[in-house]
């Protein structure tokens, strides 16, 4: 326990008469005595009235695992014993800095209140996958007379497992995305433009001629024509690049997650839509090479690895990373490439390997658009320093343009997205190279 902020300042005031009175009063020692004696006497009386009220039982519960970028309310039940009821509760916890709310390693105070029972929640802020520990609960009350603050610790060792966030997924809204291409109107406006036979069907007014089977019409002594709709079963490979650039963070979490969640849902996308999904991760060197396989089996699988997948501190190696991924592929692939880069000239490298690559595969390239950039801009105030930084940010911004623009010329397709709208632009180029059959 500690003296309150009331105690420390009847001490300071009883300080500053004490002074006061000795100067100009010598003989008024006594009563002054009397006061500190009184001031010991009424805080000891505090505290023992108060010693009671340390009686409770606590009950606190984390759920065991929780999404990147989401909440996770650790919430704790108090249960004091009869006649010991705190009026207020002040609660803190000591976790991992990745868990804090706030500055610190503390998370934000909660204070509440109650009559039989008090319950209170803590919210807690994930911001970077793995596995964090809420070590120690703090708690705080009030004495009978607030001259103390009584404090309790408590050892909790409750962990949390952070995972890539998948909620599109368990939502529904990439499969609402992904439904036209299971049986939709895009299906049924692409049916004769695909490259994959679909049905027979009796030749109507207004259909192309140039689909009438002739054959089949000739044995029908009827006219038919062929039914054709997109081709399903192409391999997929998601590749993330985990180098130190992709561990910057962006809008309060790190580029690679945000990488992870839109290659989770384009992986459950692609299973909707019946085709086959590989991963790739590199850095300075590759890393971890997943087969294409069905896309729904190969979700929980590709969840479990990207889960662990490490923020590593080294510079990507563009050249091996991918010289190795196009040693690995055996057949035509649609190859999803996250990754990012600083200025024109250190994308070079990673513009002449994603050009050997094009020459064999359809590659999406997938980059990560900080927001700010656009803000800075467009300076509301003019000043130097803003004058400065809206420059440097109109030269950032007409660099990654070039580069977006020599990729494009190469037959990448390129997405330039901010982090909010990433996964539902990936989902939505996907549909398109799907229905326009671009692989």
């Not at 064999?360 to 930084?389: G, Q, W």
């Not at 109109?394 to 982090?419: H, W």
Request: hydrophobic fraction near 45%; charge should be positive; include cysteine.
């Amino acid at each position: 326990m500690r003296p309150s902020r009331y105690l420390i300042a009847l001490i300071l005031i009883l300080a500053a008469v004490t002074v006061f009175v000795s100067v100009w009063w010598r003989d008024m020692g006594y009563p002054l005595l009397m006061l500190w004696v009184a001031l010991a006497a009424l805080t000891a009386g505090d505290l023992a009235m108060s010693a009671s009220s340390g009686r409770m039982t606590v009950e606190f519960d984390l759920p065991p695992q929780g999404f990147v970028g989401h909440t996770a309310v650790f919430a704790v039940a108090i249960r004091p014993q009869k006649d010991a009821v705190p009026e207020n509760v002040e609660i803190r916890i000591d976790c991992a800095p990745e868990l804090a709310v706030g500055e610190g390693r503390l998370a934000r105070a909660a204070s509440v209140t109650g009559e039989s029972h008090f319950r209170a929640a803590v919210n807690l802020r994930l911001t970077r996958r793995g596995r964090y520990a809420i070590h120690v609960l703090w708690l705080k009350w009030p004495s009978r007379l607030r001259l103390l603050d009584i404090i309790a610790q408590m050892p909790v060792e409750r962990e949390i497992a952070v995972l890539p966030d998948i909620s599109p997924v368990l939502s529904g809204a990439i499969r609402t995305q992904i439904l036209p291409l299971e049986a939709g109107q895009k299906d049924l406006r692409l049916r004769g433009e695909g490259s994959e036979f679909h049905q027979l069907r009796e030749f109507a007014s207004g259909m192309d001629p140039r689909s009438i089977d002739w054959k089949r019409s000739a044995r029908m002594r009827n006219l038919v024509v062929r039914e054709m709709r997109a081709e399903r079963n192409h391999q997929i490979i998601l590749c993330i690049d985990s180098g130190r650039l992709m561990a910057e963070q962006l809008g309060g979490f790190a580029k690679l997650d945000r990488a992870i969640n839109a290659a989770l849902a384009m992986c459950w996308g692609a299973g909707l839509a019946g085709d086959l999904v590989g991963f790739y991760s590199f850095d300075s060197r590759p890393r971890l090479f997943v087969p294409a396989l069905p896309g729904r089996a190969a979700f929980p699988r590709l969840q479990t690895m990207c889960a662990e997948l490490r923020y590593e501190t080294q510079e990507s190696n563009h050249t091996l990373g991918l010289t190795h991924l196009s040693g690995r592929l055996k057949r035509r692939s649609l190859i999803v490439i996250f990754s990012d880069f600083v200025d024109s000239i250190t994308a070079e490298l990673m513009i002449e390997n994603i050009q050997v690559l094009a020459r064999h595969h359809f590659i999406v390239y997938v980059a990560l658009r900080d927001p700010m950039l656009a803000k800075l801009t467009e300076p509301e105030e003019i000043s130097l320093d803003a004058v400065a930084r809206s420059v440097a940010a109109r030269q950032i911004v007409q660099e990654r343009r070039t580069v977006m623009e020599k990729l494009a010329r190469l037959g990448v397709l390129c997405l330039d997205s901010t982090p909010e709208a990433l996964t539902s632009d990936l989902i939505a180029r996907y549909i398109e190279i799907k229905s326009r059959e671009m692989i």
